[in-house]
C-alpha cells in the first residue's frame, strides 16, 4: 500500500524535535514492502501547501498523522496544540480520500477522546509498529479489523481489548 505519514507537530516547545517514532513506522511499513512517504511539518512554512503537494505527488491509500502533544505543559498560561493538528485532518480530507490513521504519543494519552475530536478513521494507540503492519495488511485485505492491539474507532464508548 502507499503509505503517507505525517508527524504533525509544529511545536519546539523546549527545542524541535525529530519524529523518531513516525520514523520507527516508516521502516517497519517499509519492510513489509510497502510505499512510504514522510511529512514532517516542523520544517514546513505554509503546511496545508505541504500537505497538498505531498497528495497530489504521491497519491497515498492511507496517511498516517503522529501527533506529538495534547498541549503545551505549561500550567500557567496552557495552550490546547490539537487544533492545529485538526487542520492537518482537514487538509488530508480536502485533497484525498485516503484512510486517516492517527498515532504517537499525544494521541496515545487519550486515544478515543482524541480521534473523535480530530474527526479521523482509526487510531492505534502505543507502539504503532506492529499494530500499524497489522492494519495495513488487513485493509488491503478488507479484513477484519478487531483484536488488532490498541486500535480505536469513532465514536467507541470502550477501549478495544487486544
Known amino acids: 500500500m502507499k503509505v503517507l505519514l ?11 524535535v525529530l519524529p523518531l517514532g513516525l520514523a520507527y513506522v516508516a521502516a517497519a511499513a517499509d519492510s513489509q514492502g510497502h510505499t512510504v512517504k514522510m511529512l514532517n511539518l516542523m520544517m514546513q512554512t505554509n503546511t496545508p501547501k ?12 492511507i496517511i498516517g498523522i503522529s501527533v506529538r502533544n495534547i498541549d503545551d505543559q505549561n500550567m500557567e498560561n496552557p495552550r490546547f496544540l490539537l487544533e492545529s493538528v485538526k487542520d492537518v485532518v482537514i487538509s488530508c480530507r480536502k485533497y484525498s480520500n485516503a484512510t486517516i490513521v492517527l498515532g504517537g504519543a499525544g494521541y496515545s ?10 474527526k479521523a478513521d482509526i487510531g492505534v494507540q502505543g507502539e504503532g509498529e506492529s499494530s500499524f503492519l497489522t492494519l495495513l495488511e488487513r485493509l488491503r485485505d478488507n479484513k477484519n479489523l478487531s483484536k488488532i492491539p490498541g486500535l480505536y474507532l469513532p465514536g467507541q464508548t470502550h477501549r478495544r481489548k487486544s
Open 6 to 16: 505525517i508527524s504533525a507537530n509544529t511545536e519546539s516547545i523546549n527545542m524541535p
Open 50 to 61: 505541504a500537505i497538498h503537494e505531498a497528495i497530489v505527488e504521491f497519491d497515498p491509500e
Open 109 to 118: 494519552i487519550f486515544p478515543q477522546a482524541t480521534l473523535d475530536f480530530l
